[in-house]
């Protein structure tokens, strides 16, 4: 069994119905919210769906267009940490020698843009995933 995964940001400014709204149109539609992030703009829902039909999705909310697909490399770090119930200093040991808590730290708020390759190398070997995965090339973090 295979899925296909996406995200939804709904910015704080949607009103909790119109959330809800979203959902239910979400699901009518094949997806299911799997996880749920509160960002600093607002609300991310990470999504799955099984159906191949899912993949086109066209929402129809009395506000903005809700989808964002953009995300810091720091978002889809500290995105796949939480995931994986781990704590800095867990997935520092998990990424080895090359990686420090303060650095993975760095990178998650953004203090950090442009790491190294092998520390990009390390980080995903750490969270268990492909480089193309932690670069946003693949499917999203969960």
């Known amino acids: ?19 809800l709204e979203l959902l239910n149109q979400l699901g009518e539609k094949g997806w299911e919210a799997y996880a749920h992030e509160t960002t600093r703009s607002g609300h991310l829902f990470f999504l799955k769906s099984m159906s191949n039909d899912s993949q086109q ?16 490399l720091g978002q889809v770090v500290l995105a796949w940490r939480s995931y994986r119930d781990l704590t800095l200093e867990q997935l520092a040991d998990r990424a080895g020698l090359r990686v420090s808590i303060s650095g993975i730290h760095k990178i998650e708020t953004g203090a950090t843009m442009r790491p ?18 932690l670069l946003g090339h693949e499917m999203p973090p969960p």
């Open 57 to 72: 999705v066209t929402l129809s909310l009395s506000a903005p267009q809700v989808l964002d697909r953009s995300r810091s």
């Open 116 to 133: 190294r390759q092998r520390t990009l190398i390390s980080l995903a070997k750490g969270l268990e995933i492909s480089l193309d995965c």
């Open 1 to 19: 069994m295979s899925f296909i995964y996406d995200e939804v940001h709904v910015p704080h400014s949607l009103a909790k119905t119109q959330r």
